[in-house]
Nanobody
């Protein structure tokens, strides 16, 4: 049974940093591309970053240069380091993996950027 659990969200001031974690279980973590998405109030869920099994990364234009995705295969965990946070980064952040064309999601973690 696939299980994804996000953590690390919270309230931060503009310009601050947060590090999100997503712990995976029930999968052979090291072989899968892992994704971070976010959904702001009243908006569609959007892809923030992805990291392949080989460690290649891609980012949404809105977060390039500020966010960094990484993974620790020994811990079955994917991270999202978020720096220089902006008001518009406020959203629920979700971890995702696609297995056999099926999307699996965590419960999400709230990130609020506010002064």
């Amino acid at each position: 049974q696939v299980h994804l659990v996000e953590s690390g969200g919270g309230l931060v001031q503009p310009g601050g940093s947060l590090r999100l974690s997503c712990a995976a279980s029930g999968i052979m973590f090291r072989i899968y591309t892992m994704y971070w998405y976010r959904q702001a109030p009243g908006k569609q869920r959007e892809l923030v970053a992805r990291i392949t099994s080989a460690g290649s990364t891609n980012y949404a234009d809105s977060v390039k240069g500020r966010f960094a995705i990484s993974r620790d295969n020994a811990k079955n965990t994917v991270y999202l380091q978020m720096n220089s946070l902006k008001l518009e980064d406020t959203a629920v952040y979700y971890c995702n993996v696609v297995i056999d064309l099926h999307d699996y999601w965590g419960q999400g973690t709230q990130v609020t950027v506010s002064s």
